[in-house]
């Protein structure tokens, strides 16, 4: 079992960012997959994730339809769309897997990938 996050860099505020996570060695039919991330000092916490039985997506509600979570089956990656970007959104992202419910409470996923940085500074 794999994840790997990618797509992190220095983005200035405003601007777009797209976040990928693959996956290997099991199933998006099976697994939640969700992203979360942690700024200095500060807990991991969850953004969104994937239900695998239909690929809807669930968000924390103060999203602020910023993010967008996608699922792409045939390239087993998981998406995540950051809008108009803010010095606040300084934080290492991460996604995780778990198979045990609905939720973005991070010591339910089992799974977890290394990490992108996202740096958000003009």
């Known amino acids: 079992v794999q994840l790997q996050a990618s797509g992190g860099g220095l983005v200035q505020p405003g601007e777009s960012l797209r976040l990928s996570c693959s996956v290997s060695?099991?199933?998006?039919?099976?697994?939640?997959i969700g992203w979360f991330r942690q700024a200095a000092g500060r807990g991991r916490e969850g953004i969104a994730c994937?239900?695998?039985?239909?690929?809807?997506?669930y968000y924390r509600d103060s999203a602020n339809g910023r993010f967008i979570i996608s699922r792409d089956k045939d390239k087993s990656t998981i998406e995540l769309q950051i809008k108009n970007v803010r010095t606040e959104d300084t934080a290492v992202y991460y996604c995780?897997?778990?198979?045990?419910?609905?939720?973005?409470?991070?010591?339910?996923?089992?799974?977890w990938g290394q990490g992108t940085q996202v740096t958000v500074s003009s």
């Open positions: 995780g897997a778990q198979n045990y419910g609905l939720g973005l409470n991070p010591p339910a996923y089992i799974y």
């Open positions: 060695g099991f199933s998006l039919d099976h697994y939640y």
């Open positions: 994937i239900n695998p039985s239909d690929g809807s997506p």
